[in-house]
């Protein structure tokens, strides 16, 4: 919040005035630069509409690309299929972020490719209930670096990096005892769930993604401000790369320069990380238990318990209503012992 200074405050005349000075200006600089992207777009956004061929959803399949690893070559996968990638300018930003993957974040990606190894079967089997791209897999490397608990700075939640709004809408509780944002497995069904939603609504992934990144809103006002008439596409989300966000502008090949580090880690000089176990016994429990005592009658620890339940944000189980705990495996029956009176008191 600004608060404004005695003088601003004793003159508010003077505001008014250059208030309105600013919003005319404002009004001016904002009909230039349409103007200047309209004309960006046409002179060379525009181009990949025109020279690239879109195929069909029910044609896809990736045979021998020419800008992508042999790996992925006869895979059917909607994203890495797109005619963009043999678009020279669009495949020279993948490359740029596949250097970022491999070169700058060399210390993190370890760390993120450990992560992934828990909860990718559970994100491999939501996208494949959906019959989504399996390469969706590593949206959330780009995202949390897998991890449950990571938080941006626009406040964005989760390994799939919800806002709070957003997240409501696909019925994930947010509130000061549970965020669900934080639970792996209903965070995923939720985000696949959203990013089939999205593909439906824009007819195409690239849009999807941008949508996810920025809001739907956003991209369909911008759609309707620059590109009214043109029928959706890939390509359509790389012309409107001037008026998007920065971070969007940036958000797809950033995310298949990932796809192409992390489906090879070997090749781009990490180790193949071993499998981090996200293993756990699920146990009802009624009314307000603190992490503490959870970790004390399962012969756990309070570092255990933290990782196994991070939607708990306050480490403490809600005082009127049945939530399901995770326990370390084979914990279980110790832990109803501990509360039949047998562990302790």
């Known amino acids: 919040m600004v608060v404004p200074n005695e003088s601003a405050v004793r003159s508010p ?3 008014l005035g250059l208030a309105a000075c600013v919003v005319g200006y404002g009004t001016l600089r904002l009909v230039e630069s349409r103007d200047d992207v309209g004309m960006r777009l046409e002179a060379t ?5 025109e020279q690239v061929e879109i195929v069909g959803s029910e044609g896809v399949v990736v045979a021998g690309h020419p800008t992508l690893p042999p790996r992925f070559s006869g895979l ?3 994203l890495l299929a797109s005619p963009m990638l043999h678009h020279p ?3 020279a930003e993948v490359d740029r972020w596949v250097g970022f993957w491999s070169d700058n974040f060399s210390d993190w990606m370890p760390s993120y490719l450990t992560r992934m190894t828990s909860f990718e079967a559970m994100v491999d089997e939501q996208l494949a209930a959906r019959e989504l791209p399996w390469s969706l897999r590593y949206l ?3 995202e949390s670096g897998y991890s449950p608990s990571a938080v941006s700075t626009a406040s964005a939640v989760g390994m799939w990096q919800f806002m ?3 997240a409501k809408d696909f019925g994930i509780e947010v509130s000061p005892l549970i965020d669900d944002r934080r639970d792996p497995f209903v965070s995923t069904a939720a985000a696949v769930k959203y990013l089939d939603q999205l593909r439906g609504d824009f007819g195409s992934w690239y849009l999807a993604l941008a949508a996810y990144n920025a809001g739907p809103d956003r991209i369909n006002g911008l759609l309707e401000q620059y590109l009214p008439d043109t029928e959706p596409s890939d390509a359509v989300y790389w012309a409107l790369r001037n008026v ?5 502008a940036e958000f797809v090949p950033n995310l298949i320069g990932a796809i192409i580090v992390a489906s090879d880690p070997a090749g781009y000089g990490y180790d193949v990380p071993a499998r981090a176990a ?4 699920p146990v009802p429990v009624f009314g307000e238990i603190s992490f503490e005592i959870v970790a004390r009658a399962s012969g756990s620890t309070l570092e255990e318990i933290e990782r196994l339940n991070p939607e708990f944000v306050r480490r403490v189980t809600p005082r009127e209503r049945e939530v399901e705990l995770r326990l370390p495996l084979g914990s279980g029956e110790a832990f109803r012992q501990y509360f039949a009176g047998e562990g302790g008191s």
């Open 13 to 15: 005349g003077l505001i």
């Open 45 to 49: 956004s525009l181009e990949p509409v």
């Open 76 to 78: 059917e996968d909607e």
């Open 89 to 91: 300018p669009f495949a």
């Open 140 to 142: 959330p490397v780009i």
């Open 164 to 166: 709070a709004a957003t």
């Open 244 to 248: 998007l966000p920065k971070e969007t």
């Open 278 to 281: 996200f293993d756990f016994e």
